[in-house]
């Protein structure tokens, strides 16, 4: 009731308004209402205030029916909102009136894949794509759910019409590093990992995952590479110089450059007890007593860095976990 308790009727207040300045002539059509309605409910979704967006939106439809748009931003405050049922339940309604309409057959998609039901997600993106073979967010979809079931090939297949679309896509370039890196086939990782680089490159998250693929290769050189690439982005990012200094101190062997970069990462404030703990317990490690001296000096004890586990590799995640929406904000009307 807080909610709306003030505004409802201001809404009523400035509709009179408008009324009464223009004189007996002035007549506001059902229609004009409507969109007033879902003008407002617009401004309250675009500042994150769902449930008094779902009510103008439910405004605007008590007053015009055919307003889809209307329909399709109460379905997406729904979800925004949790309600996926009611959400759900309005899409299937709808789209018996507009089986073909595409953004509400993607929304639908989208909730089913919220609600837990991919099978059904699957089958709205293939309505979708029967109707529109190149529809990117369909064909994103997909591949990100057949990736979640594990299914390699299919994701690959999609992902790769989207860059048969758009070559520089770089959410899909991104993708593909992480599915072959899921896959063990870590030269096609690196391959679309440097192609995302070479679009993106300010993202020095980017390079520690490149840098995690020519590990894996063996590549060091390529390795420090990747590090010394972050760092030129971003002289601050404690990370790169915390890995490459874990490197230089075990696998390249350069020790003085190591502590080096050790130093500086510690200065920067890297305090990842499991990564220290790593690099103390790594039986590679050279010139411990220094690296050890180090950490107590930044206020660590690495007797008490405990020893790292080996649990199974860790699957990789997609660069766009969520299945992607459409539109990202609703679009007004000109009703």
Known sequence: MKRFGVRRPVIIILTACVILLGGCETVVTGKQLATEYYNLANAYFKIEKYDEAAFFYSKAISIDKSMFSAHFNLAYSYLKLGQTDKAIGLLVDILKQDPNNVDMLSLLGYAYHMQGDDEKALAEYDKILARVPDHKDALNNQAIIYWKMKDYDKAEKL??????????????????????????????????FEQYLEAKPEDTKAYLKLAEVYMKLEKYYKVVNAYEDALAVDKTFAPAWFL????????????????????????????????????????????????????????????????????????????????????????????
Do not use: C, M
């Open 244 to 335: 490459e200094a874990a490197l230089l101190l075990t696998k390249v062997q350069d020790p003085e450059k190591g502590l080096t970069y050790l130093k500086q990462a510690l200065e920067l404030g890297f305090a990842d007890k499991g990564e220290l703990g790593k690099l103390i317990h790594d039986p590679e490690l050279l010139e411990k007593q220094r690296v050890q001296n180090l950490l107590r000096e930044k206020g660590f004890d690495p007797d008490k860095l405990a020893a790292p586990k080996a649990p199974a590799e860790k699957a990789a995640e997609p660069a766009n976990t969520d299945v992607k929406k459409t539109p990202e904000i609703p679009q007004k009307t000109d009703k």
């Open 159 to 192: 992902f790769r019409k989207l860059l048969s679309i758009n070559p520089s896509d770089t959410d899909t370039l991104y993708n593909l590093g992480q599915l072959f890196y899921e896959k063990k086939e870590y030269e096609k990782s690196a391959h679309f």
